[in-house]
């Protein structure tokens, strides 16, 4: 991970992580309320993003505009990206230095539908927030909210802002559930071209259908 002497870099605000945005900073506060350290805040921010916005892997759009945090804001569900660029943004605004981490994720517990759409249970470039608290980076990963855990049986994912917070291994009946595959490290802007050009190779059905405006989860 990139040395921690220099941590401008991690509050900058950018195309994608705005957390220089009005409507950002104005979450981000709200969500903070009644925390004094960097650690409560980040704590209250990560639940904030993690249930406020619904989980939908079907969410994913191309677009640079889908990936911008304060559009992803008013959105009512996303996937694990943009709600990683949100965090992310919400950390900046309130002066926690954060960044991006993303890894190839098998899920063991994907629905039929999906697999059909993907044509693979490997979820590529999965990601998560990298918050630098008391002295070193966190991982928190904010994408699957408490009602969606509760429907499928999925241990929610907890944020202490000491340990890492990764998806896990086994869900709530002990079958296996999520196996990190490939890490692509650490960013501290959104590499969209690069993950959308890796994405369209890798799920062509499921890009053929964004590109002809079909409805995705009426398709399958």
């Given at each position: 991970m990139k040395g921690t002497t220099d941590l401008s870099e991690f509050l900058t605000p950018t195309k994608f992580i705005d957390s220089d945005s009005d409507s950002i900073k104005a979450f981000a506060n709200q969500a903070i309320a009644g925390a004094k350290t960097d650690k409560e805040k980040a704590i209250k921010l990560y639940y904030a993003v993690r249930d406020a916005i619904r989980y939908d892997p079907y969410k994913l759009q191309p677009g640079e505009e889908h990936f911008i945090a304060s559009n992803i804001l008013v959105s009512e569900s996303n996937y694990c990206i943009p709600k990683a660029v949100l965090l992310t943004a919400c950390a900046r605004s309130v002066g926690i230095p954060a960044q991006l981490g993303f890894s190839d994720v098998r899920n063991h517990l994907?629905?039929?539908?999906?697999?059909?759409?993907?044509?693979?249970?490997?979820?590529?470039?999965?990601?998560?927030?990298?918050?630098?608290?008391?002295?070193?980076?966190?991982?928190?990963?904010?994408?699957?909210?408490?009602?969606?855990?509760?429907?499928?049986?999925?241990?929610?994912?907890?944020?202490?802002?000491?340990?890492?917070?990764?998806?896990?291994?086994?869900?709530?009946?002990?079958?296996?559930?999520?196996?990190?595959?490939?890490?692509?490290?650490?960013?501290?802007?959104?590499?969209?071209?690069?993950?959308?050009?890796?994405?369209?190779?890798?799920?062509?059905?499921?890009?053929?259908?964004?590109?002809?405006?079909?409805?995705?989860?009426?398709?399958?």
């Open positions: 994907s629905t039929q539908k999906l697999l059909d759409l993907l044509e693979t249970d490997v979820f590529m470039w999965h990601g998560y927030s990298v918050l630098y608290l008391e002295g070193k980076w966190v991982k928190a990963t904010p994408a699957f909210n408490i009602e969606m855990c509760t429907r499928f049986g999925v241990k929610p994912l907890e944020f202490n802002g000491v340990d890492d917070s990764f998806m896990h291994e086994f869900n709530e009946e002990d079958k296996k559930h999520m196996e990190y595959l490939t890490d692509y490290g650490f960013f501290a802007d959104l590499p969209h071209e690069r993950i959308i050009t890796s994405l369209k190779s890798s799920y062509p059905k499921f890009f053929a259908l964004v590109e002809n405006n079909k409805s995705i989860k009426d398709s399958f």
